[in-house]
């Protein structure tokens, strides 16, 4: 388990959310909640382009820090 900033590129699934209730629920509203696949398409100064469920939503570093992961092969 490690944080999504960690992930260059490729497919993961979500674990868990840390960080306060206001970061913690306006992420899941986003649909970052444990069991959900996501694909990292890009990474751009630190900002990551996210594909999660049928949308691309764009996070910065200090969003994605708080969403852990485990990387899918």
């Known amino acids: 388990m490690y944080p999504l900033t960690m992930l260059e590129q490729g497919k993961a699934r979500v674990l868990h959310i840390t960080g306060n209730d206001k970061a913690r629920i ?31 939503i764009a996070l910065d570093e200090s969003s994605a820090i708080h969403i852990l992961i485990e990387e899918e092969k």
């Not at 992420?27 to 049928?54: A, C, S, T, W, Y």
């Open 26 to 56: 306006r992420l899941e509203d986003l649909g970052f909640v444990p069991g959900q696949e996501i694909l990292v398409i890009n990474r751009i100064h630190g900002n990551m382009i996210i594909k999660i469920n049928d949308s691309r």
